[in-house]
């Protein structure tokens, strides 16, 4: 018997030595590592089965498929760098690097799929700009000024001299022995280098505002001024400059480059081609709405836009209009480009220098996603419908067909916000974005709405004369109105107008109107309230607001600076030259023989006019003040001064060139615009929210306006919005006539929302958590509420239990057996040392489980318990930053801001597991999850629909060193990234995977000789 248990144990040993007692092969302990993609192929049953060679794989290994939305299968490989690529610029086979901290780094691109380091050389400061002329590279740092380097010796580069500046520095450009540096706040600099051991400075060069960017084009300087759009300086045979032409780019123009013999402006979000002689208005060539615009570079037909999520690239057509477009997804943002040698170099903030071939616009679509009205807030799928809260349109339905674009069947201007007022005949006059005219009375101590009149697009401006009413609308010109009738106002006509209205006042008869970029245009209106156009003084900068006082005409430009004119007889405007030069201007008002003006954040300003000399206008007093925001109104001898969040200031003018303050009147949520009648002051708070206070006592009338949804749930045909600082109870029933069945303020501004039966459970701000009542959703009342510690942004209920995302203070467990004294049970915060950083932002509840996406730590996994307990179990770290999630069948979609799309298997909730991300253009704000898609709202007004992250169903080891996978197809056609990890590691392969009528795979794709 002990013989047999000998023999026995011994074969065992022999069977585990020869590696046969296993029918698979034993599984690597070896880091994963994925040599290739031998194969793809169609299964019986219609999946995909691919097979992979490599080695560290095993049991616990997965493999799925992303959509390659980012085109990030185009990448053959990456320069790793620990700094930040600023700038970058090319000679022969050098690409020179400025990078912060390690200074100017040169590599070797003589093979240009494979380019190399050669040197590098450790620069003070951050080094931002990089030229080249012959054998020497000039870096800008933003403090350190300019670094001239000898790089004839590309193994060893040498610093031969610097040159210090008193400003920081925001742009480079180079032209034979000269370099033009922007420095400061309105200047740029003529440098000689001729001996670049001791650079010299020729000139300094005013411009009219700051400088942000420079480039050479021919023998011109085209440099980018920060509000006045592009400046073009002639470049003289010495390298001086001669006067500069100016061309209006609208917004603020932020990267500029010579192309095509005319030159493009870059803004935040659009790209403008100027022609050659900027005879033309600059043509639109590219929008974004989704990303920001950083860099701008250019290639023989083709422009590189770098964004905080990859390279857009543009290839116009011959109009220059419009053209092809294309998408690169990065890491980290791009701020340098360059493309040289048939590849594109990309600087990514976060990994280093990216190359690839340049890129096949056929093969490199950008994502457009569904455009909607607005900016979508919040969103949310049920059956064939889609409803958006979106900013300024209110509440928005769309039909869903198929895939095809969703089809508008309703909107509700619930939230439209004011932009102007005026007041006269008795009554409040409140222009809305919606394209609405709102008479509003004050009735005791309350506000009143006792007429709505529809307007033919947005109104600017409301003045009020002599029985009156004037509104300056941006595409009906100005508009009159009788007031014969103050609760109807009765249309007389109007006029039209060359530019939009933007402002509008009085001298006598006579109206001034400042039409933005056409310029001052004055009117003479009869008694009966006809206009007549008398003259329209051109501009070169935009008008925004006009003040009058006596024969002078104040005028306020979007720039900031003010102009002066003398009115004449006939209204001829007559521009006095000399005007003074003061900070940015935001707001003006004239009063008691003098012009106030709000100087940014230096204080108030008294102008008085004067006939010395040729200026017209003196400051003769200034008065501190700490915000800069808000408008400026005179009512007999009073002075009114909007001041922020300290309220409306008052100060008299019994002495004009010296306000004296006598009040200051608290606002809630501060002002920026007030109307004072003879017993009360109507404060617009911001553009959402108006307060009433009488002048004997300081009482708040109800909040008339809400702003744009932020969330809202579903009860039947019932919609529970959440907007502003109010929940509104909308009829969907019928979503072409939307309308609001009932309304309730909430004591603060809300963050989520959830309904449960007839009761709506709010996380409401710093307000905490409120109950409301929706028995009768013409009465919504609150019956409920419990103050919490944090920011109550999220709400969602199990059982008897609300679970309230808190921001920093974590996640409340609040009681709500008894609804109308709901009672926190407990709080779950993170341990140290995440807790620090934990910042809840959204939750969602399975019934056991519960998942939070907490901004810096990613998703954290809770089990909860029936008596409230509750403890953390899982925790994965995400990209990006977690702003929101959802729960489909064992998955948790996390959209991560700018970390894209995560999906999480969470079948096994204390282990929480990555299966793939989605890049996408642009911040990922919230994501939905359908049938086979998610349905994704990023930053902008696109709503984006994308295929689903596949898991394959499968996994199994043939023989050593092979794995096959079977997956199912995806729901759309393109580029697929082949994800694979397990315990020993993970690896992507971008693109491996071209599903289309037949799946293929690239050739070598996952090769070490393609990725290294």
Sequence with gaps: MKLRVVLLVAGCALLLSSGLWFARPLPETSPLSVRALLSVEDAPDGRIRVAL???????????????????????????????????????????????????????????????????????????????????????????????????????????????????????????????????????????????????????????????????????????ADDHYGLLIFPIRQNGDVGSFSHIKVPGQTRQVRGWKGGALAMTRTNLYYVPDGGGETPRALFTTEHDKLISLEVGDDTVYLGTNHGVLLVRPDSSFRS???????????????????????????????????????????????????????????????????????????????????????????????????????????????????????????????????????????????????????DLGGILCFSLADPDHPRPLGG???????????????????????????????????QLRSLQLRPMDQSVVALAVSEDRVLALLRSGQLALFRLRPGGRLIL??????????????????????????????????????????????????????????????????ADGFSGVRFFSLAVPARPEQVQVLSAPKGAVDMLLDNESLLVLNDKYYLSLHSLAWPERAPVLLGDGGLGFDLIGDLVVLLSGDRLQVIDLSTPGSMRVLGSLPLPAQPGGIKVRGNLAYVACGRAGLVVVDLGNPRLPLMVGRLSLAGMARSVVVEGSYALVASGRAGLAVVNISRPREPKLVRRLQLAAPLKDMSDFYDVRTDGRYVYIADLENGLVVAALRKDGTIRTVGHLQTYGRARSLSLREGRVYIADLSGGVQAIDVSRPSHPRLIGRIVVPGMAKQVLPGPDFLWLRAAGSRLFQLPDVVEAGSVSLTTRGRLEAVLSRPAADGYYTLRISGPNGEQEIPGA?????????RSGAGTSEERP
């Design 993 to 1001: 995977i071209h599903v289309g009528s037949s799946p293929s795979h």
């Design 495 to 529: 006029l039209s107008t060359t530019g939009r209205p933007h402002g509008m006042a009085f001298s006598g008869r006579t109206l001034l109107v400042a039409e933005g970029e056409a310029g001052i245009r004055t009117v003479e209106m009869s008694p009966d309230g």
């Design 53 to 223: 060679a490599g080695s560290g794989f095993g049991r616990q290994t997965h493999v799925s498929l992303l959509p390659d939305i980012g085109n990030q299968h185009m990448v053959r490989g990456e320069l790793p760098f620990s700094g930040m690529i600023n700038g970058m610029a090319r000679k022969d086979n050098l690409l020179l690097l400025a990078n912060s901290p390690d200074g100017l780094i040169l590599c070797d691109i003589s093979q240009p799929s494979a380019p190399s380091v050669l040197a590098s050389l450790p620069l003070p400061g951050t080094e931002w700009n990089v030229a080249v002329v012959g054998s020497l590279a000039l870096i800008t740092s933003v403090k350190s000024g300019l670094q001239l380097v000898d790089i004839s010796d590309p193994s060893s580069p040498q610093l031969l001299g610097t040159l210090a500046f008193d400003g920081p520095v925001h742009g480079l450009a180079c032209r034979r022995d000269k370099a033009y540096v922007a420095v400061g706040e309105r200047d740029f600099l003529i440098i000689d280098f001729s001996d670049p051991k001791s650079p010299e400075v020729l000139r300094k060069v005013s411009t009219p505002d700051r400088v942000v960017d420079l480039a050479i084009s021919g023998d011109r300087l085209l440099v």
């Design 576 to 641: 006095l030259r000399g005007n003074l030069d003061l900070p940015r201007v935001t707001a003006i008002a004239a009063g008691a023989g003098c012009f106030y003006v709000r100087l940014g954040r230096s204080g108030l300003g008294v102008l008085r006019p004067t006939s010395r000399g040729r200026k017209g206008v003196e400051l003769v007093w200034n008065i501190p003040l700490t915000n800069s925001v808000g408008a400026l109104r005179t009512v007999g001898g009073t002075l009114l001064v």
């Design 323 to 473: 053209g092809q477009q294309g998408f690169i997804a990065t890491t980290g943002s791009v701020r340098a480009v360059s493309a040289a040698a048939g590849m594109l170099y990309i600087g990514d903030a976060r990994t280093g220098l990216k190359y690839l071939p340049l890129p096949d616009f056929d093969k490199i679509p950008v994502v457009e996603g569904f455009s909607l009205l607005g900016s979508p807030a919040f969103f949310t799928v049920t059956g064939n419908r889609l409803l958006v809260a979106t900013q300024p349109y209110g509440l928005v339905s769309y039909r869903l067909d198929g895939r095809r674009e969703p089809i508008l069947d309703g909107r509700l201007y619930q939230n439209w916000s004011i932009v102007c007022i005026g007041q006269g005949a008795g009554r409040f006059f409140l222009g809305s974005n919606a394209g609405e005219l709102i008479v509003v009375a004050r009735v005791g101590p309350r506000l009143e709405v006792r007429n709505r009149l529809s307007l033919p697009g947005q109104p600017r401006a409301i003045v009020v004369r002599d029985g009156i009413l004037l509104v300056a609308d």
